[in-house]
């Protein structure tokens, strides 16, 4: 959402959907939210999704539940969580009366009273382990669709995706590495949620990048362990993708194998300031065409 004067209210709606293969399935959708006029891209965005995406018959080696799968906002300039949360409940209520089988989970700001974290939903919900459909239990809209399945929709800070892929077809080795740096582990990475999984005949080690508030984290540059950002007024932190990839680097060096590189899977979330404050300043919808790939 924004207004017209760019750099006053933005926040980012990090789309996830079931589909990575078909490019022209991806770019209708991003479409279909770029044809709506009347301030409602996201829900269109996601009609075109649930239309395009048969959970029935997809396949993926990344977990999810939903064909569309997950619906974050972000507050990046101007507006804070709090509001986030109240668009994430208000697109919920919209998007179970748009699409007939349509069912919700919410999470952070969006999860009144209780305000549970995605990774806590989705660990209850099954996620990582993808239960049969017909058992979950939704916040909003009827028992889950096989077609459909279970959306996630609310709103924190930011999260960014990085992951590293190593050298290696060893998935368990993969998995003690991704172990190893996880945030919830002794000596691991604050704020990082790992995962280890083949990729194009290798491990990716795949990494959520939560943005957090702390009053301890002091340094923050381009080599240090953290970044930096504010939203009116409340500083955030977040682990540089460039330190996640040197403890990735590290601990395959540890066990005799390499890394093969970092894939910063859309942006930080100052990048994501700036490229919609210039996407709205020059009138460009369709951005991800300049940078020669997909972002929503």
């Known amino acids: 959402m924004s207004s017209c004067r760019v750099g006053l209210r933005l926040a980012a709606c990090l789309l996830n959907i079931s589909e990575a293969r078909k490019k022209y399935v991806v770019e209708n959708i991003a479409k279909a939210a770029l044809l709506e006029r009347n301030g409602n891209s996201v829900l269109a965005a996601c009609l075109e999704a649930f239309q395009s995406i048969d959970m029935e018959i997809q396949e993926g080696i990344h977990p999810c539940l939903g064909a569309v799968d997950l619906i974050p906002i972000y507050p990046l300039s101007g507006v804070g969580v709090e509001e986030c949360g109240a668009v994430a409940r208000s697109l919920a209520e919209n998007l179970i009366r748009s699409v007939p089988g349509c069912s919700v989970f919410l999470f952070g700001e969006a999860d009144l009273p209780e305000k549970r974290p995605l990774v806590q939903r989705r660990k209850q919900l099954g996620w990582f382990t993808r239960r049969d459909f017909s058992s979950l239990t939704p916040d909003l809209g009827p028992a889950p669709a096989r077609r459909c399945g279970l959306t996630g929709i609310g709103a924190s800070p930011y999260v960014m995706n990085c992951n590293v892929t190593i050298d290696s077809q060893d998935l368990t080795l993969g998995k003690e590495i991704a172990s ?30 939560e943005s957090f508030e702390d009053q301890e984290v002091t340094e923050t540059s381009e080599g240090s362990q953290y970044m930096a950002y504010s939203v009116l007024g409340d500083h955030f932190y977040y682990v540089s993708p460039h330190y996640i990839e040197a403890q990735v680097k590290k601990l395959a060096s540890d066990r005799g194998i390499g890394t093969i590189g970092r ?16 996407a709205i300043k020059e009138s460009i919808g369709e951005f991800w065409k300049i940078r020669e790939g997909v972002f929503m």
């Open 263 to 278: 894939a910063l899977i859309g942006f930080t979330p100052q990048e994501c300031k700036s490229c919609a404050e210039y």
């Open 180 to 209: 190893a740096i996880r945030g919830s582990n002794v000596n691991g990475l604050k704020g990082v949620q790992t995962m280890a999984f083949p990729h194009e005949g290798k491990i990716e080690i795949a990494c959520n990048v």
